[in-house]
């Protein structure tokens, strides 16, 4: 069992940044690939970014190349997400994600899942 919690949400003037952290308990994640996923009211879950066990392989969603960066920080069992030039249409619930395998941009893929933070871009 891996137990998730993000952070780092909060509103944010559109052009701004915002760093969220998904802490990992009751299991190191060092052999899972992470990812973060985002969510608008009333539509599915959407992949932003996953980054691999092994070789700290990265993924972006087209949305989010160029703007975000993922990172992982095994020894203090956290993954991160940096989010710069935020954009209104970035406003979601972001959902942190750990898989054992198959495809990181996959959300089946994902056996472990936080609670979510919100992040609200104003314009």
């Known amino acids: 069992q891996v137990h998730l919690v993000e952070s780092g949400g909060g509103l944010v003037q559109a052009g701004g940044s915002l760093r969220l952290s998904c802490a990992a308990s009751e299991h190191t994640i060092a052999e899972y690939n992470m990812g973060w996923f985002r969510q608008a009211p009333g539509k599915e879950r959407e992949f932003v970014a996953g980054i691999t066990w092994g070789f700290g392989g990265t993924s972006y969603a087209d949305s989010a190349k160029g703007r975000f960066t993922i990172s992982r920080d095994n020894a203090k069992n956290t993954v991160y997400l940096q989010m710069n030039n935020l954009k209104s249409d970035d406003t979601r619930v972001y959902y942190c994600?750990?898989?054992?395998?198959?495809?990181?941009?996959?959300?089946?893929?994902?056996?472990?899942w936080g609670q979510g933070t919100q992040v609200t871009v104003s314009s």
């Open positions: 994600g750990a898989s054992r395998g198959g495809l990181i941009t996959v959300e089946k893929n994902y056996n472990y």
